[in-house]
């Protein structure tokens, strides 16, 4: 499994960015997620999907801001983040979990597929 995000850039405090995160390799590996790292911190959960129900669950940080999404036939993955603060400056990363009957995990170590992060900066 291959992930590959995009999306990051500086918005100002406010303002809507939509990440993405391209999936390949898919096969029947089923849940996946968004974490974000800011300096000095630990990753931190943000949201997972089940792909297959496209069933989610969003931290309550970004719970009503941020949503996430996943488009089947382009096996793209995404995180609509709306309301962004300076708190949300992060790098942003798009991880996968092996087992295909995992259930929802806001524990990084529970996914074993990461993609290069997006940096999302957001201004005051």
């Known amino acids: 499994v291959q992930l590959q995000a995009s999306g990051g850039g500086l918005v100002q405090t406010g303002d809507s960015l939509r990440l993405s995160c391209a999936v390949s390799?898919?096969?029947?590996?089923?849940?996946f997620g968004w974490f974000r790292q800011a300096p000095a911190k630990e990753r931190e959960f943000v949201a997972a999907i089940r792909w297959d129900r496209g069933t989610t669950v969003h931290a309550d940080s970004v719970k009503g801001r941020f949503t996430i999404s996943r488009d089947n036939a382009k096996n793209t993955m995404y995180l609509q983040m709306n309301s962004l603060t300076p708190e949300d400056t992060a790098i942003y990363y798009c991880?996968?979990?092996?087992?295909?009957?995992?259930?929802?995990?806001?524990?990084?170590?529970?996914?074993?597929?990461w993609g290069r992060g997006t940096l999302v900066t957001v201004s005051s």
């Open positions: 390799g898919r096969a029947f590996k089923n849940l």
């Open positions: 991880a996968g979990r092996r087992d295909s009957f995992a259930e929802f995990s806001n524990r990084a170590n529970d996914y074993n597929y």
